[in-house]
């Protein structure tokens, strides 16, 4: 067999990585192997779970100037991210872009302006490995241009063994966060993500509004339009346009950018 020297730094680069396999460095020597075949600007590894705040166990730039919106990302704004959602169903270990698993409204929304543009940039790409227990790990690489459909093939032919990798290691390497709180049950998680924004809507309310009018405030925040609310609640479109039209006169507002700042507790007289 012949090997190219683009084979050869790939097989140490590989080498170093199953060096790795039980100590901290295994994502950055899998970041290190990553850049060889696919460029991406930014990267992360978290383990979403459905009864815990994601749980970072890896970062490509530790202390960098945007960790403060980092840091409110892992306090609540996940609560918004599309693979975040994405990964609470029942999902086959792989290689998944943006557009495949967020809103058709996404690139709209105040996260995507506020959060995803500063801190992923244009797009990403995720690694998602199921764990068992319910929860998955996730390697994020985000990107300032669209990855291209090589970069995706690319990236699809080296997770046959990344996956697994990833689901090795990242029980053994997240295992040692003991000042996390307890694990609540998913009713106690779900209850938890909506107490604080239903209070501030019905602060901020001149009318009591519905369950189906916060539940359709939360999608407004995730991206979603009328016609995929619509879809997703099994409503009509034009009653989808009616609750959103109903909880914007209550909460007299008239835009999302407005909805997200009472969704993360800002003073909308500043």
Not at 188 to 204: I, T, Y
Request: hydrophobic share 40%; charged share 25%.
């Amino acid at each position: 067999m012949k090997l190219d020297l683009a084979d050869v730094a790939f097989h140490q680069r590989l080498g170093r990585l199953i060096e790795r396999l039980d100590d901290r460095q295994f994502w950055n020597a899998l970041i290190d192997l990553l850049r060889g075949a696919v460029p991406f600007d930014n990267w992360v590894a978290m383990v979403f779970s459905p009864t815990r705040k994601p749980r970072l166990i890896g970062e490509s730039t530790p202390g960098a100037p945007h960790d403060a919106l980092f840091g409110g990302y892992l306090s609540s704004v996940y609560l918004l991210d599309p693979f975040y959602q994405f990964s609470l169903g029942q999902i086959s270990p792989g290689v998944y872009r943006l557009d495949e698993v967020a809103p058709d409204h996404f690139r709209e929304t105040e996260y995507f302006r506020r959060y995803f543009s500063v801190n992923v940039m244009e797009d990403e790409v995720q690694f998602l490995a199921p764990l068992p227990g319910g929860e998955t790990v996730s390697l994020s690489m985000g990107s300032g241009q669209r990855f291209s459909p090589a970069d995706i093939g690319t990236l699809c032919l080296y997770g046959a063994w990344i996956l697994p990798l990833m689901r090795r290691v990242a029980p053994a390497l997240s295992g040692d966060l003991s000042d996390e709180p307890p694990a609540l049950d998913r009713a106690s998680v779900e209850s938890e993500r909506r107490v604080h924004f239903e209070q501030a809507l019905h602060r901020r309310a001149n009318a009591r509004l519905t369950a189906r009018e916060i539940e359709v405030a939360l999608m407004i925040l995730a991206g979603h339009s009328s016609k995929n609310i619509a879809r997703l609640l099994g409503i009509s479109p034009a009653t989808a346009k009616v609750h959103r039209s109903n909880l914007y006169r209550k909460l007299d507002i008239s835009s999302q950018a407005t909805l997200f700042r009472l969704y993360m507790g800002e003073d909308l007289q500043g």
